[in-house]
């Protein structure tokens, strides 16, 4: 075996090297590939240096002599600083880029400048001041909602492309560079016998698609229904998705059930969506119909929004919309009036949430970090003839007609710090609905609650129309009755679905900053809509 040569440096990172290394520590390079030095000299130096004098190189027999050379005066590379990272030649900002509209964008930066905002998913609203002061006897204390997250959790959440989606954000490690191919060996082994030949009319036959018979289309084609207990990815339609929540196959984080939920019946439809800035949907709704004693039907939207400031608020609203929904079909069906039977369902969801406060935390006086759990709710109730309506919160109810020419309504009135400003005639809605304490409610279900003050109205439209019920999630976008009627499909009777998703929509457009739920109830109840749901 040859030796190997002795060399001072790496000849592919310039890593220094010790006596005896076969393989460069820092990039891997194969020390043993590397040629022997020739047995010449340069007749112009690469380093700065003198040239060696041609007198001192033996001359060959019967060569002629060699002219002397001068040297060169290269330039020198700028050093390295301290780190070993040499001097920037081109900086990111002088790189010429396109927007991903396709107009020029020369200057790119790839880094956020110092100074400038947050996204807006790592950015948190502040708890408004009224969280803070006392309640007074003569007011009940207000409490903010939708605004302060959980500590560590950001209010928004972007999927990232599925081709990139993975579960440990980091770096791809740098390659190194490849080694050199090592020597050939001096034999080769024999290469496997080929089996026997098969007749051709024993060969499988494979199937092989022609420009008659295109490839399905994996977005509209009827894919296999998985197999029990298996969830299919929703991104790529093929993976099978594992316990934590990920496509095997493309890595894709799938949607929680309560990021978007959908629902419908004969004669009610509701969807709830996360939205863009939250990273839980806090909201929860049932829809259901039953029979009247006299066997006419009636049909039931309950909509709860968890109070963010307050613990385990997706908890809150989801005991609280089940219990309330259970009362009405326990009620309604044995006589009681639809406007009892929906006050008697407030208690009832208020009961429900209250049991899910923490029993240890209740003996101590001041603790601002623990907050029971609380929420909003909203219900209506459509019969052939009735419209009933309950609330304690902020979120809303809404009458708009078949006939536009008619004029919409809002038929609830906020507990919220805005309402009460405008009710004692000390701003007027324009005023307090802009300020920033406008969103503190002054009623909720939970066991903090000053006191709970359940408000019911009864309604005999006269003409057919669509209820609207839905949380704040949506009513930022369209507050007043007639930029609500704008919103709603004109078939919305029809449709009671695609309303709601067109509603839904609306908000996410507007920029889904809270949870966004609403129900949809054509008035009055059609008859299909009887029967338990």
């Given at each position: 075996m040859s030796q190997m040569p002795q060399l001072a440096a790496c000849p592919s990172c310039e890593e220094p090297l010790e006596s005896g290394d076969r393989f460069c520590g820092a990039c891997g390079y194969d020390l043993s590939a590397v040629p022997a030095p020739p047995d010449d000299h340069p007749t112009i130096t690469m380093n700065g240096s003198a040239p060696r004098p041609p007198s001192a190189a033996p001359a060959a027999a019967g060569a002629a002599p060699v002219a002397p050379v001068t040297a060169v005066d290269w330039p020198v590379a700028p050093e390295a600083d301290s780190s070993g990272t040499p001097a920037a030649v081109v900086l990111p900002a002088d790189i010429e880029g396109r927007e991903s509209?396709?107009?020029?964008?020369?200057?790119?930066?790839?880094?956020?400048?110092?100074?400038?905002?947050?996204?807006?998913?790592?950015?948190?609203?502040?708890?408004?001041?009224?969280?803070?002061?006392?309640?007074?006897?003569?007011?009940?204390?207000?409490?903010?909602?939708?605004?302060?997250?959980?500590?560590?959790?950001?209010?928004?959440?972007?999927?990232?492309?599925?081709?990139?989606?993975?579960?440990?954000?980091g770096h791809a490690p740098t390659p190194a560079p490849a080694a050199h191919a090592a020597a050939e060996p001096d034999e080769y082994p024999l290469a496997a016998p080929l089996p026997p030949e098969i007749p051709a009319d024993e060969l499988p036959t494979v199937e092989v698609p022609t420009l008659d018979a295109?490839?399905?289309?994996?977005?509209?084609?009827?894919?296999?229904?998985?197999?029990?207990?298996?969830?299919?990815?929703?991104?790529?339609?093929?993976?099978?998705?594992?316990?934590?929540?990920?496509?095997?196959?493309?890595?894709?984080?799938?949607?929680?059930?309560?990021?978007?939920?959908?629902?419908?019946?004969?004669a009610v439809a509701a969807v709830s969506d996360r939205g863009l800035r939250h990273h839980r949907n806090e909201d929860a709704f049932t829809v259901s119909a039953t029979a009247l004693p006299d066997g006419s039907p009636a049909v039931v939207a309950i909509v709860c929004d968890g109070v963010s400031s307050a613990t385990r608020p997706d908890e809150a609203s989801l005991a609280a919309s089940r219990a309330a929904n259970e009362s009405m079909l326990a009620a309604l069906p044995c006589g009681?009036?639809?406007?009892?039977?929906?006050?008697?369902?407030?208690?009832?969801?208020?009961?429900?949430?209250?049991?899910?406060?923490?029993?240890?935390?209740?003996?101590?006086?001041?603790?601002?970090?623990?907050?029971?759990?609380?929420?909003?709710?909203?219900?209506?109730?459509?019969?052939?003839?009735?419209?009933?309506?309950?609330?304690?919160?902020?979120?809303?109810?809404?009458?708009?007609?078949?006939?536009?020419?008619?004029?919409?309504?809002?038929?609830?009135?906020?507990?919220?710090?805005?309402?009460?400003?405008?009710?004692?005639?000390?701003?007027?809605?324009?005023?307090?609905?802009?300020?920033?304490?406008?969103?503190?409610?002054?009623?909720?279900?939970?066991?903090?609650a000053y006191e709970l003050e359940p408000h019911t109205a009864s309604f005999k439209p006269d003409r057919p129309g669509v209820v609207v019920v839905c949380t704040d999630g949506l009513w930022n976008y369209a507050e007043g009755a007639e930029e609500m009627a704008e919103v709603v499909p004109p078939d919305a009777a029809d449709r009671p679905l695609h309303s709601a998703q067109v509603l839904v929509g609306h908000a996410l457009d507007g920029g889904g900053h809270d949870n966004v739920t609403v129900a949809v109830l054509p008035f009055p109840a059609p008859q299909q809509g009887a029967g338990s749901a």
């Open positions: 509209g396709g107009s020029d964008s020369p200057g790119v930066r790839f880094d956020r400048p110092a100074g400038s905002p947050a996204p807006p998913h790592a950015q948190s609203s502040a708890l408004p001041p009224e969280r803070s002061q006392a309640p007074s006897p003569a007011q009940p204390p207000a409490r903010p909602q939708g605004q302060a997250q959980e500590q560590g959790q950001p209010q928004g959440h972007v999927q990232p492309p599925a081709h990139t989606a993975g579960r440990t954000p295109p490839l399905a289309d994996p977005r509209t084609a009827d894919l296999a229904t998985p197999a029990a207990g298996l969830k299919v990815c929703v991104a790529c339609r093929a993976g099978q998705v594992d316990r934590d929540g990920y496509c095997e196959n493309c890595g894709h984080a799938q949607p929680r059930e309560r990021d978007h939920m959908e629902q419908e019946l004969d009681t009036h639809p406007q009892q039977a929906m006050h008697d369902a407030i208690l009832a969801a208020a009961e429900a949430v209250n049991s899910l406060a923490d029993p240890a935390t209740s003996a101590h006086d001041h603790q601002p970090h623990v907050n029971a759990p609380a929420c909003t709710l909203v219900g209506a109730v459509v019969t052939p003839t009735l419209l009933v309506v309950g609330w304690v919160g902020d979120s809303r109810v809404y009458w708009v007609p078949v006939d536009r020419s008619a004029p919409p309504a809002r038929l609830t009135e906020d507990d919220s710090w805005a309402a009460q400003m405008v009710a004692a005639g000390l701003m007027n809605e324009a005023e307090a609905y802009a300020d920033e304490r406008a969103h503190a409610i002054t009623g909720w279900l939970g066991a903090d």
